[in-house]
């Protein structure tokens, strides 16, 4: 059999074999637009355990070359290859598309950005028509990207609807229950992540004593827990990551994973405070089991125990 080439010259995989039960639930295909992290594979497994096909656009210097093996159809795509991006999913029939994984939006404003991320002619028309240029924030920016694949009978749907199992459910997650200390600085960080949040600036702060010690924005997660540790070098303190109060569920919900708590206990950090039923969590018995080792708590709460918590019941 000869091999696929897409339109940049790149192999594309073969067809799976239908008749010896490769057949998929339907016969429309789901894209995945995918940037970095685990989450992009987390789904392109659990869509592949339902005999979905799936297609993957991947967007380059972000997305794990790992998805190949996991995917129908896959192509690359620099980030800001807007109208690349398009053609691929129309070439395989593409209607429906699941966005997952982070892009690094710093580099946005890298030296000599134009020629480093060099953007087609749609995305050009983009950038200087359409985008609404006094309002860059996340939501914003994606908002008007997501309308551009609208343009050509696209819609973008929540990763969660394929794969709800993601999700956090309520309670104490791990052995160790927070101290009425950290319980404290819970509700605190929490008030303080939803109005970050309904500012969109980002969906995590990092609290110890009451005391704000980092707030996440462009850097990440990860990288705001660990200026946290820089700035409290005793340790101890307290992740609150919840969703933002206008979140889209079609993307950036809050995620976190084995990763998270790595860097957690690399930082000295104790507690993962996260939203129950708006958060994902990626591996999730490896996550707890890792989090019960380094003696990390992980808590997820819901809206009334929130409510509950700030009211001092």
Not at 237 to 255: E, I, M
Not at 261 to 283: N, P, S
Request: glycine share 8%; proline share 5%.
């Amino acid at each position: 059999m000869s091999e696929r080439l897409d339109a940049y010259g790149e192999r594309m995989p073969p067809t799976p074999d239908l008749e010896a039960g490769g057949r998929s639930d339907t016969d429309e295909p789901i894209g995945l637009l995918a940037g970095s992290g685990q989450l992009p594979l987390a789904i392109a497994v659990a869509l592949k355990k339902r005999n979905q096909r799936v297609v993957c656009v991947f967007i380059r210097e972000e997305a794990d070359a790992q998805l190949q093996k996991l995917c129908w159809r896959f192509y690359w795509a620099g980030l800001t290859k807007l109208g690349r991006m398009i053609r691929c999913f129309r070439r395989e029939g593409v209607v429906r598309i699941i966005l997952a994984g982070k892009v690094h939006k710093a580099r946005m404003f890298t030296p000599w950005r134009a020629w480093r991320l060099l953007p087609d002619w749609r995305g050009i028309v983009f950038w200087l028509f359409r985008r609404e240029k006094q309002d860059h924030r996340d939501d914003a920016l994606t908002l008007q990207i997501l309308r551009e694949f609208e343009r050509d009978g696209m819609t973008f749907e929540p990763a969660v609807k394929w794969c709800p199992e993601l999700l956090a459910p309520a309670g104490i997650l791990t052995r160790r229950p927070p101290t009425s200390e950290q319980w404290a600085d819970i509700r605190f960080g929490w008030r303080l992540a939803r109005e970050i949040g309904r500012l969109d600036i980002g969906q995590s702060i990092l609290v110890k004593e009451r005391a704000v010690l980092a707030v996440e924005a462009l850097e990440g997660t990860d990288r705001a827990i660990v200026r946290a540790g820089e700035l409290c070098p005793a340790g101890g303190f307290t992740l609150v990551k919840v969703a933002k109060p206008q979140q889209d569920p079609r993307f950036d919900l809050p995620t976190i994973g084995p990763d998270t708590v790595q860097v957690m206990h690399r930082a000295g950090g104790r507690v993962i405070a996260i939203e129950a039923g708006k958060t994902i969590v990626l591996d999730r018995e490896q996550t707890l089991c890792l989090a019960d080792r380094l003696g990390l708590v992980i808590v997820a709460l819901r809206d009334e125990q929130v409510a509950a918590c700030l009211e001092g019941r």
